[in-house]
């Protein structure tokens, strides 16, 4: 179990939490751990409150959901809420849209940047590279599908495939990267920012970007909405916008 905590949004929770908070049960995208884990030192201390986190890729999250697994509050991608609006497991009007983020390359600290400027740069990056860690597409990851994608749009997937280190997860990807047992990663940038020993080389070219908005929502399962409303309503608020925008967030548009 995992207590989360934000220091900017403690002190308003407080005031209405109960002094003997059940767990918040969330199943949460991997590309907001990085961030929902920064939350971690003061919320069960000065609320009661604790969450109980899982994290799993897009594809494991929809998995895990369709499993019937109980949960209080689900942060996932704009296309996985949306199929889950339409099946009826979310509870109507609860969805809010947390921020979008784009593709970027990682690379290990100290090391140089490859020129990600147009479309053929990055092609070329991807070429010269000994080796590209990426999520496995087979687990149903957003940026490991992208990537496949633009591999064959490039007309160099069996070239990058051949050299590729696959991993269970974007930020895996990146750890790779500074660990040294890969050249570059190609992923969601929360997932880059946050590992120590790699940098953000730089997102992707605009031409061959991918946005992906995330959000979030209370299933219809949920024991305890009102306590997953208010971290909801923390999160979206102006308190917390600098820290998304660090973690490699934009507003949703």
């Not at 961030?35 to 000065?46: P, R």
């Not at 995330?214 to 820290?243: C, E, K, M, N, V």
């Amino acid at each position: 179990m995992i207590r989360i905590v934000s220091f900017a949004i403690a002190a308003w929770l407080a005031l209405a939490a109960p002094s003997h908070a059940a767990d918040i049960k969330v199943i949460s995208a991997g590309a907001v751990r990085g961030l929902i884990g920064g939350m971690i030192a003061d919320y069960a201390q000065q609320t009661g409150h604790k969450f109980d986190f899982k994290v799993g890729t897009t594809g494991q999250l929809r998995a895990i959901i369709a499993s019937g697994e109980p949960a209080d509050l689900i942060i996932a991608s704009g296309t996985l809420m949306g199929e889950l609006e339409s099946s009826g497991k979310m509870r109507p009007g609860s969805r809010a849209d947390l921020g979008r983020v784009g593709i970027g390359v990682a690379v290990r600290e100290g090391a140089g940047a490859p020129d990600l400027s147009t479309p053929e740069a990055f092609k070329q990056a991807l070429i010269g590279a000994r080796s590209v860690a990426y999520t496995d597409p087979r687990e149903g990851g957003t940026s490991g599908i992208y990537l496949i994608g633009v591999l064959e749009r490039f007309g160099i997937a069996d070239v990058v495939t051949r050299k590729a280190v696959l991993t269970n997860g974007g930020r895996a990807a990146v750890e790779k990267v500074a660990q040294g047992e890969a050249e570059i990663a190609v992923t969601l940038i929360s997932e880059i920012v946050p590992v120590k020993g790699a940098k953000l080389a730089g997102p992707v070219p605009p031409a061959v970007q991918l946005y992906t908005v995330y959000a979030a929502a209370i299933p219809a399962s949920s024991t305890d909405p009102a306590a997953a409303q208010a971290f909801i309503a923390a999160l979206t608020g102006p308190a917390l916008a600098a820290r998304w925008q660090a973690a490699g967030f934009e507003p949703p548009k």
